[in-house]
């Protein structure tokens, strides 16, 4: 779709809700519409609430942070990478530390220019705004403690991942 018509169609939808949308109350305790015209970061989206209104639109662009390679947006699910920057670099201002020790760890994203590729993915980013650690497709490889091991092509889907629990990965608070 052009890019003009998606933006026209964008705000045709923010205006019909904003005008005849109801407001439903959230988990958070914020109030919002069925969807809303969402800014994070300078890009604009539609933000629609799920069937269980656990987040508001504010809220979940609160969470919302930028990679600390690239500078684009990581939104709340959306797959992550755990990198350490080589030694003597600048680490962004907008960068997310995960961990401190015993080497720095910076959240990044698993787009094309960021990430070296699927495998690299460790985590989701998740409400409120925290990693949610998953074991990434090398770690699984090199534990082999599974004797049918399965990768799946879909690294964005959360449930097809094996958690790894705050207590083994300790990050930093």
């Keep these: 779709m052009k890019d003009w018509l998606r933006r026209l169609w964008m705000n045709l939808q923010h205006i019909f809700y904003f005008i005849f949308g109801r ?3 959230c988990q958070c305790g914020h109030k919002a519409k069925w969807k809303t015209k969402l800014t994070v970061n300078g890009e604009c989206g539609v933000y629609t609430l799920k069937k269980s209104k656990e987040n508001c ?3 979940w662009a609160n ?3 930028k990679c600390a390679w690239c500078g684009g947006n990581i939104c709340c699910g959306e797959p992550i990478t755990l990198y350490t920057p080589k030694e003597n670099s600048e680490i962004p201002s907008h960068a997310v530390v ?3 020790t015993p080497h720095i760890q910076l959240v990044g ?3 094309w220019d960021c990430a070296e590729g699927g ?3 460790t985590g989701f980013w998740v409400m409120p705004g925290k990693v949610k650690r998953v074991a990434s497709p090398m770690e699984i490889l090199l ?3 599974h004797d049918n091991i399965l990768i799946v092509n879909d690294l964005h889907d959360q449930n097809e991942a094996i958690p ?6 300790k990050p930093d608070e």
């Design 164 to 169: 790894i629990p705050d207590e083994i990965v």
């Design 23 to 25: 407001n439903h109350k």
């Design 57 to 59: 639109p504010t809220c």
């Design 63 to 65: 969470a919302a942070i």
């Design 109 to 111: 994203c698993l787009r």
């Design 119 to 121: 495998i690299d993915r």
């Design 143 to 145: 534990g082999g403690e």
């Design 98 to 100: 995960y961990k401190q």
